[in-house]
């Protein structure tokens, strides 16, 4: 099986800035994601995404980034990107602590088992993944209700917006998840 239907840009070929930038990422995970590679032949494609995800992603405010994991796992599992689940579903492990949490959020977003803060955050990003046309004020307010601050309502929303890209991307190029993700913070043992 093929990583993708349209190929993979090694590291080297990148631009310098993308070769460094990505490079980086590589350093700490020990290999370069897949998803990387696959938008690496249009350089333009690939900044914009890794400027965007790192703006969502990597804030100090508002969201955990255990949180901002799961909205993604979550997003993913109800758009059935295998790619983004098991990708994320790596990092939710390690970010939450928990080597079971992806794997249940994976399987059934709806009826994960999440503490109220967690369930308050799946069903916002759920509601807008998967019905936006029905999306109004009743999710808004359940969020509220859960304590979300309306800073933390609109990233949910954006990583939500993101993902929806980054999986109809993944799914286009038929995007098949780096085998190293597969074993990463599931402990051990």
Request: charged residues 25%.
């Amino acid at each position: 099986m093929t990583e993708s239907r349209f190929g993979l840009t090694e590291l080297d070929d990148l631009p310098d800035d993308l070769r460094e930038r990505v490079g980086e990422i590589a350093r700490k995970s020990g290999f370069v994601p897949n998803i990387f590679r696959a938008l690496g032949h249009r350089p333009a494609e690939l900044r914009a995404f890794l400027d965007y995800h790192d703006a969502l992603m990597d804030r100090p405010d508002g969201l955990t980034k255990a949180e901002r994991e799961l909205v993604v796992v979550a997003t993913s599992a109800a758009n059935h990107c295998t790619y983004c689940i098991v990708a994320h579903g790596a990092i939710l492990r390690i970010r939450a602590k928990d080597p079971y949490v992806a794997d249940q959020v994976a399987s059934n977003p709806w009826q994960a088992p999440l503490d109220k803060r967690g369930r308050a955050i799946a069903d916002l990003a759920l509601a807008l993944c998967r019905a936006p046309e029905l999306f109004g004020e009743a999710d808004l307010a359940a969020a509220r209700a859960a304590g979300l601050t309306d800073d933390e309502i609109w990233d949910v929303g954006a990583i939500t917006a993101l993902f929806a890209a980054s999986n109809r991307l993944a799914h286009l190029t038929a995007l098949q998840p780096n085998p190293e993700f597969s074993l990463m913070g599931r402990g051990s043992g």
